[in-house]
């Protein structure tokens, strides 16, 4: 997350780099919907061509950053990107973004 805040709660100091510092990247894995994983100005601040490995039943969100190119992943599934195979493992760990949002998966990668 390189944003100052996550949905209510403010950084307490700045990001260390900003996005464009980043290079050489071609995909970004996230891991379930809180706030402080999956950081909409954060995503929208990432190259256009990102590819977005993501939990199951997240993928509504990161589309509200306009990427297209996201591979939504149910535990045990693999996916393969140049140079690396993923594989979604369970984690006992919600997912929800606010208390209005529980129907997101209740098991994150």
């Not at 939504?72 to 369970?90: H, N, V």
Request: net charge positive; proline share 6%.
């Amino acid at each position: 997350m390189f944003s100052m805040r996550a949905f209510l709660i403010k950084r307490a100091y700045p990001p260390p780099v900003k996005t464009s510092d980043i290079k050489g990247y071609n995909a970004v894995l996230l891991t379930h919907a809180h706030y402080d994983h999956m950081d909409i100005p954060t995503l929208m601040d990432l190259e256009d061509n990102i590819q977005v490995i993501t939990a199951w039943n997240t993928s509504d969100v990161i589309r509200k950053a306009c990427k297209k190119r996201i591979i939504e992943m149910r535990p045990w599934q693999k996916a393969s990107i140049p140079g690396a195979t993923i594989t979604a493992t369970p984690a006992r760990h919600w997912g929800a973004r606010n208390m209005y949002d529980i129907w997101r998966v209740m098991w994150a990668m």
